[in-house]
């Protein structure tokens, strides 16, 4: 393939490559819409156009907001294309967290959902998404889209304070676009089930653009439950899945369960086909012994692909054992975002992968991750101050801390920074909801840590837990003095209370009383490393 | 409110999420109390729809707190609401 720099040169690309297959689907009341690659040019081309009329420019932001849909990236492709900045903003935000990034973006147009629009009734100038079809072209805006101009700003976080954009240049996406596929060999006829939010950048860049080079199909899923996924991936004969660590942990799950449910003849059965795999490292002798796993999903799958939060090694290794593989990559949104990667040749279950070409790790004195290479984002969008904190010499630290073997495969193995990753690859940003929890009645300050489930479906993903400290002088004040136990049930329910404004992922799911004030430094910042040693989480 | 159908949803509720039932309240925070996230919520659905034949839009997942607001929209789709 010869090296596209930027989106419209995707988009042209694969176009003239691949233009009578399918690029993209999804399932609408019993049949699948498709949209072949020249679809995808021509409403491309007349949405482009009837950006212009409506005074979009190049540099211009227009957002996107939207549960996944086919005609999510082909608006993405059509602002690119003609050099607008896409902002695609989390379809699960409440109203003011979008307007606030709105706002901070300066959008001069929203491509929104009719659902999305129905519910939230955006005043600013906006066009519905389900209506772009009706848009018709047959060549882009005549105009050259520069490599390193922006293509994107991505809010990781500060959707309720002061917000964060990763900044994205063409060039930062397309070279991480072609790094990926360089090591996969995909092309038509292979189909991606598409399940994870295109406005995550794995799933935007994995997901989307990386088999929209190859002349993939992708396939939106219809829905994310499990019953839909499963026909999805049976009527489309789906190849690739890329997902997050609890997606696969809820199939297997599910294997489990339908093996219980079928009585103890089945659970024995199960466990000598199990035993045998694990003698037969043959993924085809694998694959034949559990047939009904693989004609459940379809039949065709050639491999899953992990990432947005570390994958339990276990369930790797599970699947492996039924014939799957599993490839974790690993990646920030600041790195467009894959930075490692595990391919079919060359695998390690447990590692996060080895650099793309091109892209240079390595490990600090402290051990931490840093990357240079051409996908490293251009900056936190209006934030130098933040920029500075992580670009330091072309080398952008990740927070990350890991080990490199001597084959150059990366292992995560903690962090520095504070952000918690959830189990969906969402990360939550504790002083953003520290800032919240001390605003509260009643509470003196706060410490926000992300605490590793220890069993269950979600074992070793993280949730949030908030450990806080009553502010005596507040309840000295009330009428009737509260004891112990009615203070704590007092910080417990105004917690309780925040949650229910907060965004799903963000909700604290346990809350710690803590009468010692919090330990600090001497620039008063909360030690948290201590907070999570003394309170032993 | 339909005590059988209470039962029966708290049920279906533990054994997706793998939580012992007592666990579930009535009132008890899905999200919060017990962990739960969307993808999880997701799957909740997906078991109503299995047993009780309604097909409950994702989007409702957002007016979700707790096992009675569920137990409102399995309700609610039974009798032909929505």
Known sequence: MSELLTLRDLLEHSRAEFGPHTAFQMKREGVYWKYTFNDVYRIACGLAEEFKKRGIASGDRVALLSENRPDWPIAYLAAASMGAVAVPLDAKLTKPEIDNLLKDSGAKLLLVSRELQDSFRFSMPHLLLDEIDKYSGSALPPLEVDPDGLAAIIYTSGTTGAPKGVMLSHWNIMSDVMGVVSLFELGPGDNFLSVLPLHHTFESTAGFMCPFSLGVTVTYAESLKSYHLLANMRETKVSVICGVPLLYNLFLQGIFNEVEEKGPLMKAAFASLKALAKAVPSQLVRRKLFSMIHKKFGGHIRFFVSGGAAIDKETILSFELFGITILQGYGLTETAPILTCNSLSHNRPGAAGRPLPGIGIRLTEQGEVIARGPNIMQGYYKRPDLTAEVLKDEWLHTGDIGTIDDDGYLYITGRIKDVIVSGAGVNVYPDEIEFFINKLPGVLESCVLGVKIREGLKKGMEEVWAVVVPDQKYFDKQKKKPGQQELEQHLRWEIKKLNAKLTEYKRVSNVIIRQAELPKTTTRKVRRFEVRKEEKL | ?82
Do not use: C, H, W
């Open chain 2, 1 to 82: 409110m339909n005590n059988d159908l209470e039962n029966e949803i708290r049920a279906l509720v533990a054994k997706v999420i793998k939580k012992p039932e007592a666990q579930v309240g009535l009132d008890t925070n899905l999200f919060t109390d017990l962990g739960i996230d969307s993808l999880l919520g997701i799957e909740i659905f997906a078991a109503l729809d299995k047993k009780y034949k309604v097909d409950v839009p994702e989007s409702k997942l957002r007016e979700v707190q707790t096992l009675r607001d569920i137990i409102r929209i399995v309700e609610e789709a039974l009798k032909g609401g929505k």
